[in-house]
């Protein structure tokens, strides 16, 4: 669950041809990837990208080489098995060093066309699907499926210790496959004092206490719990206000949510915005009220910005908050306790700035980006190298039986 092995220096070697394959819309994998692209050594990898839909719109708009592939977030063996084929045969046609595949449908399919050209592969899975808020047919199902994928790839990078534990209680692969590489962020994009001009902007006045919470609108982030909470917290007579950043299939039950309970005046949802940082910046709290997540980037994000936490005490959350260091952890429903540490941070300024003064130094120390493409570029060369090797082998045992 290590990195070891050689690297490829600059200039040594024409640039390496690397596949990346991505499904879906929006969200963090499509953040992730536009950040791992723009990290990566160009001098010594070419990237292309598969997608479709708004990856495909957003990454080719940007200037990056990419290849139109369907891929339906359902499974349908037919829809399925075209957009295999559109894979498969790009890699068969095409040049390609290295596929390196990303979350779940993608990953089947990338992995197996990967395996049948006989080409180096690496999966990410940016959280597994099987620790999902879903039923546990579902969870078994998924499950079942990274396990047979896991034969057709080479390495497969976790983004946290608990999804590494998680892989092995699946017994999905052994654990020499697994390499743990956190997530990371690009530090120059987070401002620790705020913009007020931008929070007045957005219609709150400059003193007014801004709780928030950025994510998708979905089951798994809990997004009905968040609103409990500011609930609580103005029954409890604290006249905050409160910002969800993000949109999802949720977002219309929210607003039924906050127009039940009366919080309409103190809550503001920003729907999908294209730099989550200018908003996470103007909060006093970062919330997180997830049942589960990979490695919860955004923690990150609240934390580079020095904005103390209050989160779920749940798998991926665990891996990035220490608790009453950086923020504070609650059992994920209970919504007492959320609301009564969000009010201690606020009243309590020494409480608050200990933690902010650790967040911030701890995001330097382990939350860059640049230590992410690094442990990348380690693990590229390490499988790239030991192809080329095989290779020069097989050349070898050629010229001699032809020398025979």
């Known amino acids: 669950m290590g990195l070891s092995g050689g690297e490829y220096k600059k200039g040594d070697i024409m640039p390496k041809n690397v596949l990346h394959v991505i499904q879906g819309g929006k969200g963090g994998t499509l953040e992730y990837l536009k950040l791992f692209l723009s990290f990566m050594d160009k001098s010594k990898y070419n990237f292309t990208i598969i997608c479709h839909g708004e990856i495909y719109d957003e990454l080719t708009k940007l200037g990056y080489k990419t290849y139109k592939v369907e891929m339906k977030r359902s499974i349908s063996l037919i829809d399925d098995f075209k957009s295999f ?25 990338a992995r197996l066309a990967a395996k049948i050209n006989n080409i180096p592969c690496i999966y990410n899975s940016h959280g597994w699907a099987f620790n999902l808020d879903t039923s546990k047919f579902k969870k ?20 946290s210790q608990s999804e590494c534990n998680a892989a092995l209680e699946r017994k999905i692969c052994k654990s020499e496959k697994l390499i743990i590489i956190n997530n990371g962020i690009d530090l120059t994009k987070y401002n620790i004092k705020k913009d007020y001009n931008f929070k007045t902007q957005l219609g709150f006045q400059r003193d007014e206490i801004l709780i928030g919470m950025c994510g998708r609108i979905t089951k798994q982030k809990s997004p009905i719990t968040f609103v409990k909470v500011a609930k609580k917290i103005l029954d409890m007579g604290f006249n905050y206000k409160f910002l ?33 940082e200018k908003f996470i910046n103007i909060l006093d709290i970062g919330v997180l009220t997830s049942k589960g997540e ?23 959350v665990v891996d990035v908050v220490r608790n009453e260091i950086d923020g504070f952890l609650c059992d994920s429903n209970d919504i007492d306790m959320f609301a009564s540490y969000i009010v201690e941070l606020i009243n309590n300024r020494n409480l608050y700035d200990y933690i902010s003064k650790n967040q911030i130094q701890r995001v330097r120390e382990e939350f860059g980006f640049e230590r992410v493409a690094k442990e990348h570029e380690i693990l590229y060369d390490k499988l790239l190298i030991s192809r080329d090797k095989q290779y020069l082998q097989k050349l070898k045992n050629q010229f001699r039986d032809s020398s025979i």
């Open 85 to 109: 084929i559109g894979i498969y045969k790009y890699i068969r046609n095409h040049k390609v060093d290295l596929v390196h595949a990303h979350s779940s449908k993608a990953g089947v399919l």
């Open 140 to 159: 078994n199902i998924y499950g079942l499926f990274e396990r047979i994928a896991s034969k057709w790839c080479d390495a497969i990078v976790v983004i």
């Open 244 to 276: 969800l950043i993000g949109d999802g299939e949720l977002k219309n039950d929210v607003i039924k949510e906050i127009n039940m309970l009366g919080l309409k005046d103190n809550f503001i949802i920003t729907g999908w915005v294209d730099n989550p």
């Open 294 to 316: 990979g490695f919860g980037l955004v923690l990150a994000e609240y934390m580079a910005c020095g904005r103390p936490i209050v989160a779920s005490k749940v798998q991926g």
